[in-house]
């Protein structure tokens, strides 16, 4: 069954530096999405993608967040200077237009 | 802004209990879902629904959109149920998550 990667599963940095965390959807999905859940708390929607850009996001995707489709079935998000505060567990998810989503694995985020 | 609650927030229950999860949401949404998240992390997707029921194995979820209400009912229940189930609304902003009822099954 195919299913939603994610690379790297665990990623520590250091506050400040920049970290890009990468994601291959379904390959025949056209929206795809952003998560984040900071530890013991709800899940949390960042941004949602669909033909090559930004659909919807929310306030939390400030400057220091972007999203790309570099090429046919990477989902990459950057962030460029690292705070403390953005240590969670990222998820990405893909879906078809219409049907669930299918979410990734995770990414967790250790800023130290 | 949809406001989506849950509850309860915790429910331990035996082994072949009739489990229900409800879930209220504030604003009109095309579609409710549930998902299920293991301790490891991963979120996996049990229904989607915008009216109605839907059945999948011993998972029932159901929706009133009128009252703005969904519950997730799990018939015999068994331990390896024991999950963090979480509903959410879709729209706006991709989903908008409830904070989980945390279910424990014990033997």
């Known amino acids: 069954e195919p299913e939603v990667t994610q690379t790297p599963s665990h990623q520590v940095t250091q506050m400040g530096q920049e970290v890009i965390l990468r994601c291959v959807p379904i390959?025949?999905?056209?929206?795809f999405y952003w998560y984040r859940q900071i530890l013991g708390q709800k899940v949390e929607f960042l941004v949602s993608?669909?033909?090559?850009?930004?659909?919807?996001k929310s306030e939390i995707f400030d400057d220091q967040f972007s999203v790309e489709r570099p090429d046919g079935s990477n989902f990459t998000l950057k962030i460029r200077s690292t705070k403390l505060e953005d240590s969670a567990m990222y998820f990405c998810?893909?879906?078809?237009?219409?049907?669930?989503?299918?979410f990734g694995p995770g990414t967790r985020l250790t800023v130290t | 802004k949809n406001e989506v609650e849950q509850s309860p927030q915790n429910l331990t229950a035996q082994e072949g209990e009739f489990i229900t999860i409800n879930c209220s949401y504030s604003?009109?949404?095309?579609?409710l879902h549930w998902l299920q998240q293991h301790p490891g992390g991963g979120i996996v997707s049990l229904f989607m629904?915008?009216?109605g029921k839907k059945k999948h194995g011993r998972l029932i979820a159901t929706i009133n959109i009128q009252e703005k209400h969904s519950s997730l009912h799990i018939t015999a229940s068994h331990p390896r149920d024991s999950a963090v189930y979480i509903c959410a609304a879709e729209p706006p902003l991709g989903l908008t998550f409830g904070k989980g009822t945390h279910l424990i099954i014990q033997p």
């Open positions: 629904l915008s009216s």
């Open positions: 998810a893909s879906k078809s237009r219409g049907y669930e989503q299918y």
């Open positions: 390959s025949n999905h056209l929206y």
């Open positions: 604003v009109g949404i095309s579609a």
């Open positions: 993608f669909y033909n090559n850009e930004i659909s919807e």
